[in-house]
């Protein structure tokens, strides 16, 4: 008797110290994504079963993954917070925001950088070169209000322009619109929106009609490439879920290497796809420009990250990058 209750305890210590360990990860993934050309390494991933391909090379044989398509980073976080969604992905703006917010609590962090990419600033306003031309009568659409990363990057240009101060001079003119909607009132003529700040490929599009101009690209805010786009998840998932976190950081890093790989064959996939209106050559130059890249290193985030941290919307300003990013992107470079 006492040898059986001996065995019962010892038994009953290693699945108390590793269950944990032993406890199955999440059958079902939901990541979202949002519009342009921005999210290609993410359609890569969906439309190819690139997920799936690396989750069954960890040892997870049916992962269901299931893909959303937002309009803005808010309520993209909104459902991460909520566990309705695991994988968020947008702009450093809403990214940086929810990273200070969530350190105490879920505590999110970037996964990769997807892409380093300029965001135009074009009008149909012919009085309006700079953006100090833009007066009452103007309005401005792009994203979200004041978060999303076009915003941000209109705020530094308005605080370089009109001094530090004056770095909200311009937010009474925007608008919140998605990207299609934004240009197509843009083009429209008819309405309010006489400017539109967007991302690829709508800005060439809307800059390959009579009567546009551009205004701004965030790269001259900046000093230089910048990433544009991030996905995020929360501490909690990523350690509850190591071999499916692994999977989605492998499946991402393919989906870069065959865009960069075959660019021409990329601009098909994204048109058919994406279903959008446009030729493969156009799709193809802008995946050519050099200052477009697909790539997993942070670029110029702390330049954004700063800024938000001087005007008061990050309460916390980090040490460096990889301190708002997870240690697998750790050994690139940057910055």
């Given amino acids: 008797m006492k040898s059986q209750r001996l065995l019962f305890v010892v038994l009953a210590a290693a699945l108390f110290a590793f269950g944990p360990l032993a406890k199955a990860e999440v059958g079902e993934v939901r990541v979202a994504k949002q519009l342009g050309i921005s999210y290609l390494p993410l359609m890569y991933m969906e439309n190819l079963g690139l997920f ?12 269901k993954v299931t893909w959303s398509t937002f309009t803005g980073g808010g309520p993209m976080n909104d459902a991460l917070i909520s566990g309705n969604l695991h994988f968020a992905s947008g702009g450093v703006g809403p990214f940086a925001t929810l990273w200070d917010r969530t350190r105490s609590s879920i505590a999110v962090k970037g996964v990769t950088a997807m892409n380093s990419m300029p965001l135009y600033l074009n009008t149909r306003n012919p009085n309006v070169k700079t ?3 833009f007066t009452s ?10 978060v999303s990363i076009q915003a941000v990057t209109l705020q530094m240009a308005a605080a370089q322009a009109f001094g530090e101060e004056n770095y909200a001079k311009l937010d009474p003119l925007t608008v919140s619109m998605g990207h299609v909607d934004g240009m197509a009132a843009l083009l429209s003529g008819a309405g309010e929106i006489t400017a539109h700040f967007t991302s690829p490929p709508y ?21 230089g490439p910048a990433t544009f786009n991030v996905v995020w998840t929360t501490t909690k998932f990523r350690e509850s879920n190591p071999k499916i ?7 991402f890093e393919e989906a870069v290497e065959l865009i960069n790989k075959d660019k021409r064959t990329a601009a098909e996939n994204y048109l058919k796809w994406s279903k959008e209106k446009d030729t493969v050559e156009n799709i193809f130059q802008i995946l050519s420009d050099p200052e477009i890249e697909y790539t997993m290193t942070p670029k110029n985030v702390m330049k954004y990250v700063d800024f938000l941290h001087k005007v008061g919307t990050l309460k ?5 990058w990889k301190e708002m990013f ?7 470079p940057g910055s």
Avoid: M, N, T, W
């Fill in 137 to 146: 009568k103007d309005k401005i659409a792009l994203p979200s209000v004041k």
């Fill in 52 to 63: 799936e391909k690396h989750a069954k090379a960890q040892g997870i044989a049916e992962l």
């Fill in 326 to 332: 997870f240690p697998e992107v750790h050994h690139l």
């Fill in 245 to 251: 976190y692994k999977a989605f950081v492998a499946a």
């Fill in 203 to 223: 800005q060439y599009q809307e800059l390959a009609q009579p009567g546009v101009r551009r205004v701004l690209s965030s790269y001259e805010v900046l000093g």
């Fill in 131 to 133: 953006i100090k031309d």
């Fill in 316 to 320: 916390v300003k980090p040490a460096s």
